[in-house]
């Protein structure tokens, strides 16, 4: 059973910063492209940041130079540093696991930032 959980969320003020955290099954994350998904309310998922087993990384324009993407394959877990937040950040954050065309999430994280 594929699991993905979550944490790191919570409430910060304009400018801090947060990391979120996410531990995957150990069966499948050396094989899984990692990404972090987020869903504001009232709008649609949209894509953060994802990282392939090569570590190449991708990240929406919307948090380009503020957010980083990572992963320890020892620990089965990526990472979303998360830098000069911005209110507009605020959003539940799930993590997402693609092997090929097979996708797996977490329940999701809340973070709020206020202005």
């Known amino acids: 059973q594929v699991q993905l959980v979550e944490s790191g969320g919570g409430l910060v003020q304009a400018g801090g910063s947060l990391r979120l955290s996410c531990a995957a099954s150990?069966?499948?994350?050396?094989?899984?492209?990692m990404g972090w998904y987020r869903q504001a309310p009232g709008k649609q998922r949209e894509l953060v940041a994802r990282?392939?087993?090569?570590?190449?990384?991708y990240y929406a324009d919307s948090v380009k130079g503020r957010f980083t993407i990572s992963r320890d394959n020892a620990k089965s877990t990526v990472y979303l540093q998360m830098n000069s937040l911005k209110p507009e950040d605020t959003a539940i954050y799930y993590c997402?696991?693609?092997?090929?065309?097979?996708?797996?999430w977490g329940r999701g994280t809340q973070v709020t930032v206020s202005s």
């Open positions: 997402n696991a693609e092997i090929v065309s097979t996708n797996y």
């Open positions: 150990r069966s499948i994350f050396s094989i899984a492209a």
């Open positions: 990282i392939s087993t090569a570590l190449s990384t």
